[in-house]
């Protein structure tokens, strides 16, 4: 069965530096997001992504954020300087109509 | 915003009952609302999803409901079992068309052998 799947599993950086979360989507959906989960909170919308554009983002989806859906198969999250606040588990999630299907998310541990 | 709650927080059965997980949302103005579980540490599985017209929507021992104008719904689990363990979480998508969803803090049920 095809599934979303997410690169690193685990992400350690020092404040400040930029990363770049990867993601490779179910091949034949059309929509693509992301969301975060700091430990022991609720999972949190970021931003939706369609057509080669962004077409919904929440608050916490600031200037620091950025997405890009570099090639045909990659969905990827860049965090420009990160806090951090920014640890957290990061998820990708597709879609081809109405249902999400999530990845296994990301680790970011920000030091 | 749409808020989510559910209850309860943690909930432990003995194997073979059949339980009821809750979920509420201020604004019933949804487009559809997905269940998922969530293992330790892992990703989201997505269990159902139940369109804002429907009030029942089944997979195998799973049952969910949906009454969204007093803004509930609910998951069925029949006859659990010990691989029924994790959490459960509920996301309404908003019906204005956006495709985010509004997750709960969810339900942690512990099945035991």
């Known amino acids: 069965e095809p599934e979303v799947t997410q690169t690193p599993s685990h992400q350690v950086t020092q404040m400040g530096q930029e990363v770049i979360l990867r993601c490779v989507p179910i091949?034949?959906?059309?929509?693509f997001y992301w969301y975060r989960q700091i430990l022991g909170q609720k999972v949190e919308f970021l931003v939706s992504f369609y057509n080669n554009e962004i077409s919904e983002k929440s608050e916490i989806f600031d200037d620091q954020f950025s997405v890009e859906r570099p090639d045909g198969s990659n969905f990827t999250l860049k965090i420009r300087s990160t806090k951090l606040e920014d640890s957290a588990m990061y998820f990708c999630a597709s879609s081809v109509s109405s249902t999400q299907y999530f990845g296994p998310g990301t680790r970011l541990t920000v030091l | 915003k749409q808020e989510v709650t559910q209850i309860p927080a943690a909930l432990s059965v003995p194997e073979g009952e059949n339980l009821v997980l809750n979920c509420s949302f201020t604004?019933?103005?949804?487009?559809?609302l997905q269940w998922f579980r969530q293992d330790p540490g892992k990703g989201l599985t997505s269990l159902l999803l139940?369109?804002?017209?429907?009030r029942e929507q089944t997979s195998g021992r799973l049952n969910a409901s949906l009454d969204k104008s007093s803004g509930r719904s609910t998951l069925y689990i029949a006859a659990s079992q010990p691989g029924d363990s994790a959490t459960y979480l509920c996301?309404?998508?908003?019906?204005?068309?956006?495709?985010?969803?509004?997750f709960g803090t969810g339900t942690r049920l512990t099945v035991i052998p």
């Open positions: 996301a309404p998508r908003p019906g204005t068309g956006a495709n985010n969803l509004f």
């Open positions: 091949s034949n959906h059309l929509y």
């Open positions: 604004d019933s103005a949804i487009y559809n």
């Open positions: 139940i369109q804002s017209s429907q």
